[in-house]
């Protein structure tokens, strides 16, 4: 099989697949000109195989023919039959190993000569021109081209020897037959072989254009069908954006709604609290027109009140800040006052999950970043820590700010359980979680990098399994420092 054949029943396909070598995994795929020579081989080897065992079986079987045909040969054409029957056995176990494989192609070529070859000595033997032994030899070729896929080259070689040998079995017995019917029989007889031959040499011509275009149709339909994997793979990646894309957008409108519930709560929780404000002050300044030890009494129940209604006045200030639905964009903020702010909303979870808090976030350091991002930050990193510390020992979680040659890092550490090697990759990327369902949508750490992006900073962790997990918020210096 030449590739200018193939090229002839499928050029796109050549010119599409000549210099193709594809990589998947451990296998490669060869280019289609030497997978078409490939599975031809491995054809012609199966093939060879069941054209061996025919002929060593046949061939010895057909002898009672040699019985009525020739009966006073019978045993010298049973010599030539063993002997042919037996030349296959050495051509059949060369087909296991590395040499019948390298010649595989002389096969159809080795295989229906050697019957051939016995059966035009036989002819000769006879000493008959007009023996219908010749129809032994269409036999053989007939068979053959049922189970071998003969080329162009292959069928021509093989009918050219076994028209020579019909020849040199038959012309010397022609010379000396006394027959005047023998030169007419052996016509006869060559003229059925040659247009055996022409037969199966267009039969095998148009078998070859239709295995070409067989092949070249397989390889089409493989090409639609990667084609059609690869836009499957793309339409389920797109899809899986949209379901994250979507999954966002819910994120953020609850996000937003919790931010207009929180600040209509704040607008609400006002105004009693001023009413209760008003009433404390009056409260102060009746206690100064009391009996003196009940005075001292009331003014310390005042001083407990106002310390209380301050603190929930603070809180109330810091949830306005977080539910604040706008970006108001960057400005110089003091860190100490807005971790405590952030601090103050989880205050009480801190206490309940007995967890000490260690701040060492000086008063005074300046940052430039937004107050409402930078506190939802800190929200989410604090209560990742608070998770990560569940059931540890002596559970702690260090806040820390300091400059550098750069700007201002703001660190949020904790001795939690850390992060897996394999997970830190992919700890900012969105929805991925390690928490139960139901405890978290994996929406937190890729909040907080986003935000910290838009604020014009970077994010930093580090972890290590079972020892602890730190994040570094590097900030900007205030612009006006």
């Known amino acids: 099989m030449s590739l200018a054949s193939l090229a002839e029943v499928s050029p796109h396909l050549i010119a599409h697949s000549q210099d193709r070598f594809i990589s998947s995994g451990p296998v490669a795929i060869m280019p289609r000109s030497d997978r078409f020579e490939r599975e031809q081989q491995e054809l012609n080897l199966r093939n060879a195989r069941m054209g061996a065992w025919f002929v060593m079986i046949l061939v010895p079987l057909c002898s009672f023919l040699d019985f009525m045909a020739y009966p006073e040969r019978y045993w ?31 096969y159809p070529i080795i295989l229906p000569l050697l019957p051939a070859l016995m059966i035009c000595f036989m002819i000769y033997l ?13 036999l053989c070729i007939v068979a053959t081209a049922f189970v071998f896929h003969w080329t162009f080259r292959e069928i021509g070689i093989t009918l050219g020897l076994v028209v020579v040998a019909y020849f040199a079995a038959t012309l010397p017995n022609l010379r000396t037959s006394a027959d005047p019917r023998a030169l007419g029989i052996f016509a006869n007889n060559t003229g059925f072989i040659l247009l055996n031959c022409v037969v199966l040499y267009v039969g095998s011509r148009q078998h070859h254009a239709i295995r070409l ?3 070249a149709s397989r390889c089409k339909v493989e090409d639609q069908r990667e084609e059609l994997a690869a836009r499957n793979d793309e339409l389920t990646a797109t899809l ?18 919790i931010g207009r519930l929180g600040a209509g709560i704040v607008h609400e929780i006002n ?24 005075a001292e009494s009331v003014n310390s129940i005042a001083a407990d009140i106002g310390e209380g209604i301050d603190r929930v006045a603070a809180i109330v200030s810091d949830l306005r800040t977080f539910a604040h639905p706008e970006n108001r964009g960057t400005r110089p903020i003091d860190l100490h006052a807005t971790s405590r702010k952030a601090l103050r909303l989880l205050a009480k979870e801190i206490s309940d999950r007995g967890v000490t808090l260690v701040d060492e976030i000086p008063a005074g350091i300046m940052a430039q970043a937004d107050e409402n991002y930078l506190i939802q930050i800190l929200l989410n990193l604090v209560q990742n820590s608070l998770d990560a ?30 992060i897996p090697q394999e997970n830190l990759k992919k700890i900012f990327d969105p929805f991925f979680t390690t928490k139960q369902v139901g405890q978290g949508m994996g929406l937190g750490l890729s909040i907080c990098f986003r935000l910290i992006q838009q ?15 730190q994040f570094t918020l590097s900030l900007k210096k205030p612009e006006n420092h």
């Open 271 to 294: 105004n009693p609290l001023n009413y209760v404000k008003s009433a404390v002050y009056l409260l102060k300044k009746k206690g100064k027109l009391m009996p003196p030890e009940l």
């Open 240 to 257: 899986q954006r949209l379901r994250e894309t979507e999954a966002q957008l819910a994120q953020s409108e609850k996000l937003a709604s």
């Open 389 to 418: 510390l569940a059931d540890r020992p002596s559970p702690t979680i260090l806040l820390k700010a300091q400059e550098t040659a750069a700007g201002i890092d703001l660190i949020v550490r904790d001795n939690g359980m850390g």
């Open 76 to 106: 010298q054409f049973l010599v030539l039959r063993v002997a042919c029957a037996a030349s296959c056995v050495p051509l059949l176990l060369a087909l296991n190993g590395s040499l019948g494989r390298k010649y595989c192609r002389a």
């Open 455 to 469: 604020m014009g900073g970077e994010v930093k962790i580090d972890s290590a399994e079972g020892s602890h997990t």
């Open 213 to 215: 275009r067989e092949f």
């Open 126 to 138: 006879s000493g008959d021109p007009g023996s219908g032994y010749y129809a032994g030899l269409t």
